[in-house]
């Protein structure tokens, strides 16, 4: 069956470290990945896509990796701060459908 | 530019009850799309529309959820009648025809309780 999956535990890191964030996927070929932020009580906010030619995008503070042989995306946060405390929810763009598949995310807490 | 306008904010309703949610997504989007939120989980596609055209409601329960796109703008989802299980969130979110990577732009929901 199509799975995503995102670590269902919560991240917990000291502000200033790397957080890294996985993103696997099974029974899917994704043409690109797209990483969102959620806070709670509001609608996810896109960070950063991915095509899938693409190995790496970076911006800012922020880096998503794309492999599509390990069929996994991995999503940094450097030098972390506590306003990065969110939930991180991965997408996966199946085809030329604009159809958004969502996994079910990852809560990030990053303690000062 | 404005964002995705969702109403109402929150709603209690007993089940069996009938409730409705109306989206305004940001004008000059082509695609619209009802995504269902249950605590702990990501969102959950129910209908994408490309304009006031339905391209994908595999996922809508369609004995009881229904849509519409009024040309091609304004959408509403209904649930008639309510169970326990469609308390959740949901999302209407909106996206550019121009390129099918670009990014979803989201309301911010409507949490919906059934009693």
């Known amino acids: 069956s199509q799975k995503i999956e995102q670590n269902s535990e919560a991240l917990n890191i000291q502000e200033g470290k790397t957080a890294t964030l996985t993103c696997n996927y099974t029974n899917y070929s994704p043409a690109y990945l797209q990483w969102y932020r959620q806070d709670p009580g509001r609608g996810p906010v896109f960070l950063l896509l991915?095509?899938?030619?693409?190995k790496e995008k970076r911006k800012e503070r922020l880096k998503v990796t794309f492999d599509t042989t390990l069929k996994q995306s991995l999503f940094h946060i450097t030098a972390s701060q506590p306003a990065d405390s969110a939930t991180y929810l991965c997408?996966?763009?199946?085809?030329?459908?604009?159809?958004?598949?969502f996994g079910s995310g990852t809560r990030l807490l990053v303690r000062p | 530019e404005a964002g995705v306008a969702q109403s109402p904010r929150y709603k209690i309703i007993e089940k069996r009850q009938s409730v409705a949610f109306w989206c305004n997504p940001i004008s000059g989007h082509a695609t619209l799309y009802w995504y269902q939120q249950i605590l702990g989980q990501g969102p959950k596609l129910l209908i994408q529309?490309?304009?006031?055209?339905?391209?994908?409601d595999s996922q809508l329960p369609k004995d009881r959820f229904s849509a519409e796109r009024l040309k091609g703008v304004d959408s509403t989802l209904k649930i008639q009648p309510a169970k326990l299980e469609d308390s959740a969130v949901y999302l209407c979110?909106?996206?550019?025809?121009?390129?099918?990577?670009?990014?979803?732009?989201f309301g911010n929901g409507t949490r919906l309780t059934v009693t």
């Open positions: 529309f490309q304009n006031n055209g339905v391209v994908d």
């Open positions: 991915i095509r899938e030619n693409e």
């Open positions: 979110a909106s996206r550019q025809g121009s390129s099918y990577n670009s990014p979803l732009h």
């Open positions: 997408a996966l763009g199946v085809d030329s459908s604009y159809k958004l598949i």
